[in-house]
C-alpha cells in the first residue's frame, strides 16, 4: 500500500498534475503546492489513474456494491474506475449525477445504474465537502448506504469557518458528519515523504522545507 501511494504521487508530479511553487487556494492560503486532477485528460493518464482508484478501494477492505460519481468530475472518475475493477475482475456498477434534473426521457437526476446496497463515492479531493453532502443525501432518499469516500488526494489540511481555522481537516469532517470512512490514494505524508526521499529530483527536493512549513501550520496530525 505504500509503495502505491509513493507511486502515485510520483505519476502525479511526473504528469504535472501535482506542481511545486506558489499558489493561492480556494481557502485564500497560500500554498507550495497545488494538485489538479483536471490535468489528468488523456486517456493514457486516465486508465493509469483509474487502477490506482481501483486498487486502493480493493486494498482497503472495504466492503461496497456499486460506485456513485458526483457532477462533474466524479463522473469520468467513477466511470474509469469501474472499467479498471473489471479489468481486475470485480465487475461494478455505477452512477451519477446531473446537476439539473431531466424533464423527459428517463428524467431525473441519477444516470446509470440504480442506487443501492454499499455505495462508494468517487471524487478527485474533499474541499469543503458540499459534493459529499449532496451525495451522501442523494444515496440515502434511494435507500442506499453511502460507505465510503474515495479521493485521489488528502490534503490533510486543516479547516476555516468563520475567519477560524478548525481542528479538523475537511476530510475528518466528512468522517465526522456522516460516520463514514474517507480513503484516500495519497495524502500530504506521501508527498512529504517523496520530497524527502534521497533520490529525489534535487529540483523537486528544495520544495521540501516549504511544504514542512506549511505543514506546520494548517496541517492535521
Do not use: W
Amino acid at each position: 500500500m505504500k509503495n502505491l501511494r509513493q507511486e502515485f504521487i510520483a505519476f502525479s508530479v511526473a504528469t504535472g498534475v501535482l506542481r511545486f511553487g506558489d499558489f493561492t487556494t480556494k481557502a485564500g492560503r497560500q500554498s507550495p503546492y497545488f494538485f489538479n486532477a483536471g490535468l489528468f485528460h488523456d486517456g493514457a493518464t486516465l486508465a493509469q489513474l483509474a487502477q490506482f482508484y481501483a486498487q486502493t478501494l480493493l486494498d482497503s477492505g472495504v466492503e461496497f456494491d456499486m460506485l456513485f460519481g458526483p457532477a462533474y468530475k466524479g463522473i469520468t472518475l467513477a466511470s474509469a474506475t469501474a472499467v479498471a475493477l473489471a479489468g481486475k475482475g470485480r465487475n461494478t456498477s455505477f452512477a451519477y449525477n446531473r446537476k439539473e434534473a431531466k424533464d423527459h426521457g428517463e428524467g431525473g437526476t441519477i444516470v446509470g445504474a440504480k442506487l443501492q446496497g454499499k455505495v462508494v463515492i468517487i471524487d478527485d479531493v474533499i474541499s469543503a465537502g458540499t459534493s459529499v453532502r449532496e451525495s451522501v443525501e442523494m444515496i440515502r432518499a434511494a435507500g442506499a448506504e453511502p460507505c465510503a469516500v474515495l479521493i485521489a488526494l488528502d490534503r490533510m489540511e486543516r479547516g476555516a469557518k468563520d475567519g477560524q481555522i478548525s481542528p479538523y481537516s475537511a476530510v475528518q469532517e466528512v468522517t465526522r458528519n456522516y460516520g463514514i470512512p474517507v480513503i484516500s490514494i495519497g495524502n500530504l505524508q506521501d508527498l512529504f515523504g517523496f520530497l524527502s526521499d534521497a533520490s529525489a529530483d534535487p529540483e523537486l527536493q528544495k520544495h521540501k522545507d516549504a511544504v514542512a512549513a506549511y505543514r506546520a501550520q494548517y496541517g492535521v496530525a
